[in-house]
């Protein structure tokens, strides 16, 4: 007997609501809580169609209290549930953030292992359509950094219906970040990179495992989320000029593919990393950390670069929210200055 | 609500066990940490002796944990404060492991990870939090989990009157008169937020009053007095359990100690604490006991007996057992 897997394209809200829906038909337990997921769908569409199908009992509208639903959301699933609890946009993590990172990250470690917090926090990243430094942060470093956070950062809607499906099924919070630039919505222009086949079949992607989404040999470009689709045509235009640019995604913070970047950077020899995030303290560092302590075992050929926003709030006016966020002609830009280094 | 006989006697005997699990720990936690065993010039060594880390005693505020306990079921959940000790009791939470875990042992509830504040005992669907008010909006998710779930479950959420002016606090009574969430918000009105007097950091008198912002029921019990609170208490579950919503509950208690163990108390009038005492609730509802002819001398030395050497049995167990692994450390950050 075969089996014939269907594909379809999909923009990445619908990957990720398909994925919810299939997990709520799937399992009575998975429910899904936040501002606007019902009747609007998510404002970012990423629960469109789930009212529909499962009534507002499993799909469940709340007040304008981050606080308030991210503790019921932990209560719920200390008692077995498996919410899915939609912070708008990660900006308004301050207004709840004791709720995630004093209870929903340590409430298994603290009670050493007798509760479990199977939950979802899903939340729109990112800028580059002028909403200014209240709506446009990207963030996730800072759930990173706290332990006891899983945390996934899609960049297509292949992998965040795989990812989103694991995130439903595992056993300890996960942030699933996903950029609104990249969500495939009608009212904002997004990159083509980003809607791509999907199975309508349920399967997972594992954490920890970044793709390549590009071989090279000259460089390694560290990235994920909308900076993939940025990076691979950064890529093309490298290409043109003779550069072989090997676009890595890492598509998981927490596990992060430690190995998957050692390994790109052991073949290429040098380092590029493209974050939307903030450049200090965050994933860009990080990742150059990483590759400084294995420099008894790796040969770089150039400095370690990285390319991230420059420690500034997200300004509102156009040219200086391009200036701020990485554009694909700074990823060009700073590969050729790699490229152009010589270290003895 | 008439407490039956059982119940009487279960919240008089729950109390001596909460007094004397207090005052055991009182004398416990000082071990080693005061003069002469320690460096001249420091007064108090918070991290040394056998049960280092902060301590919140809830000695004076039993009324409170068992009148509310009183109308409880295994399967009900409580949440509580970084002052736990009388919740966790009451809930029935195992004393041992309790114990273990304020010494910081491998036997512990959280195998040494989580300490006073922070117990975890799953079996009786007990959890608190040393981050004021934040149990309440968890409390609500236990109680929409009962109402998926289809169970006549309750949740309660014990905290100080210090956070009722916290944001948790507020969105928590929304959100559980909004779903009618089988919830009781019960404050505990121990005057001081720390060394804030109530007067100084509440613009009303009686927390209850907020819960007319919120269009529940709203109790206030002026006396700390554990007949008192089972009544009110009694109310509120039953309406939870009927599917008709959520009650705020204010309960006026005294705290005996400070706010934490070596609290200097300069904010206190001096011989407060040892006024309150002359009103303790514990004789006052061993009174009661006697006059129904539920208690004589003979059966009360026997119940003091009885929970003197469950106590002390808790007490061993934790001084006794092994400490973790150093390395253990780093087991549990994830489920597996």
């Known amino acids: 007997m075969s089996t014939t897997t269907t594909t379809r394209r999909l923009t990445m809200a619908q990957a990720i609501s398909e994925a919810t829906a299939q997990e709520m038909a799937r399992d009575p337990r998975v429910f899904v809580m936040g501002e606007d997921v019902g009747k609007y769908g998510g404002i970012f569409s990423a629960t469109t169609g789930l009212l529909e199908q499962f009534g507002p009992e499993r799909v469940m509208d709340t007040p304008i209290s981050e606080t308030g639903f991210m503790g019921a959301a932990l209560g719920a699933a200390a008692e077995g549930l498996r919410p899915i609890s939609e912070l708008m946009f990660v900006d308004f993590f301050g207004v709840c953030f004791d709720q995630i990172y004093n209870h929903i990250a340590k409430n298994h470690y603290m009670s050493g292992g007798a509760c479990k917090v199977p939950l979802v926090i899903t939340t729109g990243i990112g800028g580059g359509y002028n909403d200014a430094a209240q709506h446009s942060q990207c963030l996730y470093s800072i759930f990173a950094h706290v332990p006891g956070l899983k945390v996934v950062v899609p960049s297509n809607a292949y992998d965040a219906k795989g990812l989103m499906t694991s995130a439903i099924r595992d056993d300890n919070p996960v942030v699933f970040l996903y950029h609104k630039g990249i969500m495939g919505l009608s009212w904002m222009s997004y990159f083509e990179g980003s809607t791509t086949e999907v199975p309508e079949a349920q399967y997972t992607i594992p954490f920890g495992q970044a793709r390549v989404v590009r071989e090279g040999r000259d460089l390694t470009i560290v990235t994920l989320s909308q900076m993939v689709q940025k990076s691979v045509l950064a890529a093309d235009q490298l290409a043109a000029e003779g550069i072989s640019a090997e676009v890595l995604d890492l598509r998981t913070l927490v596990p992060l593919d430690r190995a998957a970047v050692l390994a790109s950077v052991a073949k290429t020899g040098r380092l590029l990393v493209a974050d939307e995030d903030y450049l200090s303290y965050g994933l860009s560092g990080e990742i150059a950390a990483l590759v400084a302590e294995n420099l008894d075992t790796l040969r770089l050929k150039a400095p370690v670069r990285r390319l991230a926003v420059p420690d500034v709030p997200i300004p509102f006016s156009r040219p200086l929210e391009q200036f701020a966020i990485p554009q694909v002609d700074n990823i060009v830009a700073s590969a050729r200055g790699l490229m152009s280094f010589k270290l003895d | 609500m008439e407490a039956t006989s059982e119940q009487l006697l279960w919240m008089y005997e729950k109390m001596i066990e909460i007094r004397e699990y207090e005052e055991t720990m009182a004398r416990v936690y000082l071990e080693a940490k005061l003069p002469p065993k320690i460096q001249k010039g420091l007064a108090f060594d918070i991290g040394a002796g056998p049960v280092p880390g902060e301590m919140h005693l809830a000695a004076g505020q039993e009324p409170v944990a068992v009148g509310v306990c009183a109308h409880l079921r295994r399967d009900d959940t409580v949440v509580g404060a970084h002052r736990p000790h009388h919740f966790a009791i009451a809930k029935d939470v195992d004393l041992n492991a309790m114990t273990a875990e304020m010494y910081g042992k491998a036997t512990g509830l959280g195998r040494g990870k989580g300490g006073h504040m922070h117990l975890f005992d799953p079996a009786v669907k007990f959890s608190c ?207 597996e």
Request: charged content about 25%; glycine content about 10%.
């Open chain 2, 129 to 335: 939090s040393g981050i004021v008010g934040a149990g309440a909006p968890q409390a609500c998710g236990a109680a929409l989990a009962a109402k998926k779930l289809g169970t006549d479950a309750v949740a309660i959420a014990f905290f100080g009157e210090g956070a009722a002016n916290q944001g948790a606090f507020h969105e928590a009574l929304n959100l559980a008169a909004l779903w009618k969430l089988p919830v009781v918000f019960v404050v505990e009105d121990n005057k001081y937020g720390i060394s804030v007097e109530k007067s100084a950091s509440t613009a009303i008198a009686s927390n209850a009053d907020r819960a007319v912002a919120y269009g529940i029921p709203g109790v206030l019990v002026e006396r700390n007095d554990a007949l008192a609170v089972f009544e009110a208490a009694g109310e509120a579950v039953a309406r939870a359990r009927r599917g008709e919503g959520p009650t705020l509950i204010e309960v006026k208690t005294d705290r005996y100690f400070g706010h934490f163990q070596g609290d200097p108390e300069t904010y206190r009038p001096k011989g407060e604490a040892k006024a309150l005492r002359q009103h303790d609730p514990i004789p006052a509802l061993g009174a009661t006991l006697r006059a129904r002819g539920l208690l004589d001398d003979m059966a009360d030395a026997a119940l003091r007996e009885r929970v003197s050497a469950r106590v002390q049995a808790a007490y061993d167990f934790g001084r006794n057992s092994p400490y973790p692994e150093p390395q253990d450390a780093l087991l549990h950050v994830f489920a």
